[in-house]
């Protein structure tokens, strides 16, 4: 069989399940502000099929959406340039979610860290769709065909399940018609730590507020949580090894570095032997400097949600032009009768 080259397509995705912290950013939307820059087809969703595996009340959700896609365009993303689009208004993501259903396999999905994460000690409560969360995962992307998928380290686990899938089922049906996507998991800040807690990931789901940066706060608040930052007593290293048994100091130092585009060694040779009194102030005034101008842009269009709506619009009819012809093809090669 002669292998298909797929031409470099750019998917990834944010659930509007609460507001924006500065994990999803620097994880994922500053990574996908790059992309787009690069040339290549992008294409950036609102994953509000995901974000119902847990409760969300309705008009949270549609805030929530709203809000995600402002942040997308503040942040950076043209909708001129990339296709910006809500999950559930392109039909194709849930229908190729229910095939991949049928290729996935339960063990793969039991061995998820962030279901067993998510669901807790309840797990038997825990809804279906949360446990086949990856399943429509790896539709989302491989629905187009994409070839990279930039996201925050939390997410390879679920990116090694796509690349199973597209493998089972082009192995099950004798094609070479899905592609072995690769995860671009990249920069300083894959993997935000809370503001509390050096071990927990920052979530915009984590109880505490104090905990995460979200994109909405304002100057004030944004310097009261870095002030109160967990930290330790010692001074800063000026080599990232000082950092290793270090949580707290090391993400703040990883937020200074993906925040100024630095890599953590520059950082260090400039800040190494300052304590954290002095090290804090300077991080606020970073954070303040970057992400004032997207609060306040988002602000600008939060106020216009006709707009948001339209362009969501424009951007799902986009997405089902690349995405309902590939469906066709995949249940041609199920074997369904499409007449
Ligand atoms: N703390 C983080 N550091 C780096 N990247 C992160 N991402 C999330 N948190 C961090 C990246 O953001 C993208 C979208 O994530 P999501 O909202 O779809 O789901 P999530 O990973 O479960 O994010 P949250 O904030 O923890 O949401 P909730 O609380 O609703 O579960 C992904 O690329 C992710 O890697």
Known sequence: MTEVVHTPRVFSGIQPSGGLTLGNYLGAIKRFVDMQECGIETLYCMVDLHAITVWQDPADLRHNTRE?????????????????????QVSAHAELGWLFSCIARMGWMKRMTQFKDKAGKNAENASLGLFGYPALMAADILIYHSTHVPVGEDQKQHLELTRDVAAKFNHDFGVDFFPMTEPVIEGAATRVMSLRDG??????????????????????????????????????????EGLKERPEARNLVNI???????DVDAVLRDVGGKQFSEFKPMLVDLAVDKLSPISTEMARLMNDPAEIDRTLGEGAGRARAIANPILEKTYDIVGMIRS
Not at 68 to 88: E, H, M, R, T, V
Not at 204 to 220: G, H, P, Q, V
Not at 256 to 262: C, T, V
């Open 68 to 88: 995600l896609a402002a942040g997308y365009i503040a942040a950076g993303l043209d909708p001129n340039k990339s296709i910006l689009f809500n999950q559930s």
């Open 199 to 240: 071990s927990k990931k920052m979530s915009k789901s984590d109880l505490s507020d104090a905990s995460r940066i979200n994109m909405t706060d304002d100057a004030e608040t944004i310097s009261k949580k870095i002030r109160k930052a967990k930290t330790d007593p010692d001074a800063l290293p000026s080599e990232a």
């Open 256 to 262: 200074f570095a993906a925040l100024s585009d630095m």
